[in-house]
């Protein structure tokens, strides 16, 4: 039944039943079964009824007039055919109460809420679209000189091979971070009990070439143990990891503690705060930082250590490299 009709029937039951137990006692004491006294009283308790019906409806209408107004304008929206970033409630006719002016500012705040993730989807489109197309026309490039492979020598092969791999390795980064931000969005963290310290040894293993072509070492400092998803965290390590071995002067340290991982370089540290950078695609606007190399990999990073009720935080000093730390907070089995 519709509110309206049940806030009637109450307001007029409420006008209708003191006066009915009122009459009841005349009623039954009127002569004979069919005197005028009774029939009198009949006819003046259908009145009632119907006046009460009426008074029940109208003050119900009254009551519920700008709930019906919200309900139109949410009906309107609905149905205006218009963009999300155009969608707006329309003003309404006269001040509502309280209560519901509370249900649309929280409408409003809704809009608005749905406006900023619109925005920030039309930026990661682009901002997608323009990283993954230059690690893209980089790697077309090198397989048209690899078809002249046989002129441009062995070693000038082996250098296109090389980028070739490297353009194709970023694209891939990616793809992956991709993944890891759209499956943080749409599922719980599965945590499991995990070795800190055996991750920072599979780290060092997995990059050591990588380190020795560039004239870096990785060290491990510290063990804890923790409890996650270790696909996530791992991750939220390599992005570290890969920001590290690009920025690093000699050497990336890897170290573990109770309910945190950490990756400290000698590099010129962050070119802005934590909070900037590791704002989705943000980076790349800054001078110094690569297009797709920091911005969604800090985000992710970030993300995925609030996923597991902790924080990345930066601890190094400004000018003497980075040193950023996921912290873990326990959870629950």
Known sequence: MPLKRQLAWVIGLLAFVPNLVVVLPFLFSSEGPFGLGRVFLLLWLLALAGLAALAGYGLASALLR?????????????????????????????????????????????????????????????????????????????????????????????????????????????????LVASRLETRRVQPEALNLRSILEDFRLRYAPQAAQRGLRIEIEGAG????????????????????????????????????????????????????????????????????????????ARRVAEAHGGRLENLGTPGQGSRLRIWIEPMRP
Do not use: C, M
């Not at 002016?101 to 997608?128: I, K, P, S």
């Not at 070693?155 to 980064?173: A, F, G, I, Q």
């Not at 939220?236 to 400290?264: F, K, P, Q, T, Y």
């Open 66 to 178: 700008s709930v019906d107004e919200l309900t139109r304008s949410l009906r309107y929206l609905r149905g205006s055919g218009r963009t999300l970033a155009e969608l707006s409630l329309p003003t309404p006719k006269e001040p509502p109460p309280p209560e519901i002016a509370q249900l649309r500012e929280g409408f409003e705040e809704l809009l608005a809420y749905l406006r900023e993730l619109l925005e920030a989807r039309e930026a990661t489109y682009a901002a997608l679209t323009h990283d993954l197309k230059t690690p893209l026309l980089a790697a077309l490039r090198s397989l048209e000189y690899l078809e002249e492979a046989d002129r441009i020598g062995p070693v000038r092969r082996k250098e296109l091979l090389r980028t070739l791999r490297d353009e194709l390795y970023r694209s891939y980064l990616l793809v992956e971070n991709l």
């Open 225 to 300: 143990q923790a409890r996650g998803e270790r696909l996530l965290l791992e991750r939220a390590l390599a992005n570290l990891v890969d920001n590290a071995l690009r920025h690093a002067r000699s050497r990336v340290v890897l170290r573990a503690g109770e309910g945190w991982l950490e990756v400290e370089d000698d590099g010129p540290g962050l070119p802005d705060s934590l909070e900037v950078l590791s704002q989705p695609f943000r980076s790349q606007r800054l001078r110094g930082v690569r297009a797709g190399s920091a911005g969604l990999g800090l985000y992710v």
